[in-house]
């Protein structure tokens, strides 16, 4: 069974910033893909950002240019750096691994963007 513990949350002003953390129990390379995803109060979950074993990565329109993944083989660790953050981006962050055809997901961890 493969653990995705994430870390990083908080609560940040609107314009702020912030780096989520998603540590791996097995090496983020034997993934397929892995990735962030939101989900709001009322809403759906929804992609974030993805990065496929060979790096390739791709963002929801609404973060591009704003959020940025990335992975550390040494620390087996995919980060999200989100900046400018606003107040529509208050969710639950979730880490997403693909291992097609089994999908694992961590506990979640909330942002909170508020003055």
């Known amino acids: 069974q493969v653990q995705l513990v994430e870390s990083g949350g908080g609560l940040v002003q609107p314009g702020g910033s912030l780096r989520l953390s998603c540590a791996a129990s097995?090496?983020?390379?034997?993934?397929?893909?892995m990735g962030w995803y939101r989900q709001a109060p009322g809403k759906q979950r929804e992609l974030v950002a993805v990065?496929?074993?060979?790096?390739?990565?791709n963002y929801a329109d609404s973060v591009k240019g704003r959020f940025t993944i990335s992975r550390d083989k040494v620390k087996n660790t995919v980060y999200l750096q989100m900046n400018t953050l606003n107040a529509e981006e208050t969710a639950v962050y979730y880490c997403?691994?693909?291992?097609?055809?089994?999908?694992?997901w961590g506990q979640g961890t909330q942002v909170t963007v508020s003055s």
């Open positions: 097995r090496s983020i390379f034997s993934f397929y893909a």
């Open positions: 990065i496929t074993k060979g790096g390739s990565t």
């Open positions: 997403n691994a693909d291992d097609r055809p089994v999908a694992y």
